[in-house]
């Protein structure tokens, strides 16, 4: 469970100060689905940033299951981060010189998981994520949808509790993006994730059942009874 106590984040660029963050409280209960959007510029991936314990809030508190993260040592966040937050991003940032199957294994490595078990491991979640024909294909012989899909199974393979993503669907065409959600959705029922997604795409904030908006660092919400 996440709790945000008057998150700021101030951005200072010479004498400029930006307020990307500007007092959020936000809880989040464990096996939650959250859609953030907003105007861009309006904060989500800052927003996202401080769920993922990737950067510091200036003030208040992001706390994961008891812990602040904004407290810990960076040693002890990356430990946090490895064990407990899958990333997808637009961008599916995988490695080009390695195979689908290597890396879905990267994710392992910090964790000290064993050769034997990473390459178990990593064969299962393409599989969960239908890629189980391309493991040994390398990024720029996959579709965009299927690169989304092995950034997918990496964000996951290590199990995490939270999966977070930042405009997941944003690189794809319109049947993709249905394909990619759908995977998605799927995860998060079967795994029992809190799944929280930042998206310009207003379809897909209108099915989530928990909104935030943000706008200029403050954010609303809005439950949807329908979904
Ligand atoms: N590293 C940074 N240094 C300075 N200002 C930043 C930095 N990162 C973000 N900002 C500013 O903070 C504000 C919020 O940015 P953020 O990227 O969170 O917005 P966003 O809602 O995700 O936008 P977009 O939809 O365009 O991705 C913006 O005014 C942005 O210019």
């Known amino acids: 469970m996440y709790e945000l106590r008057g998150v700021t984040k101030r951005y200072t ?18 096996g939650d689905r959250l859609v953030i ?19 510091r809030p200036t003030s208040g508190e992001v706390v994961l299951d008891g ?5 810990l040592s960076e040693a002890r966040l990356t430990k946090v981060r490895s064990e407990n937050i899958g990333f997808v991003f637009q961008s599916f940032n995988l490695i080009p ?21 990473r390459r178990e491991r990593a064969v ?13 294909h390398l990024p720029d ?5 299927q690169q989304q899909r092995v ?15 930042d405009e997941p669907t944003g690189n794809l065409d319109e049947s993709m993006r249905d394909e990619i959600m759908d995977v998605l959705e799927t995860m ?18 209108k099915k989530a059942p928990r909104l935030v908006t943000i706008r200029k660092g403050k954010i609303t919400v809005k439950e949807n009874a329908a979904s």
């Open 141 to 145: 012989e996959m579709s965009g949808g």
């Open 37 to 55: 959007q907003g105007p861009t510029g309006g904060g989500k991936s800052t927003l996202l940033q401080m769920l993922g314990g990737l950067d």
């Open 124 to 136: 299962e979640a393409l599989r969960s994520v239908g890629l189980g024909e391309r493991l040994g």
């Open 13 to 30: 660029r010479g004498k400029e100060s930006v307020h990307a963050l500007d007092g959020v409280d936000l809880t989040i209960a464990d």
């Open 151 to 165: 950034a997918i199974a990496r964000a996951l393979v290590k199990q995490p509790k939270v999966l977070l993503a």
């Open 97 to 117: 010189t390695l195979t689908a199957q290597e890396n879905v294994e990267t994710a392992l490595v910090p964790l000290g998981v064993k050769v034997k078990e």
């Open 188 to 205: 998060w029922k079967e795994l029992g994730l809190t799944f929280i997604m930042v998206t310009h795409d207003s379809s897909l904030a």
């Open 67 to 71: 812990t602040d993260m904004a407290r």
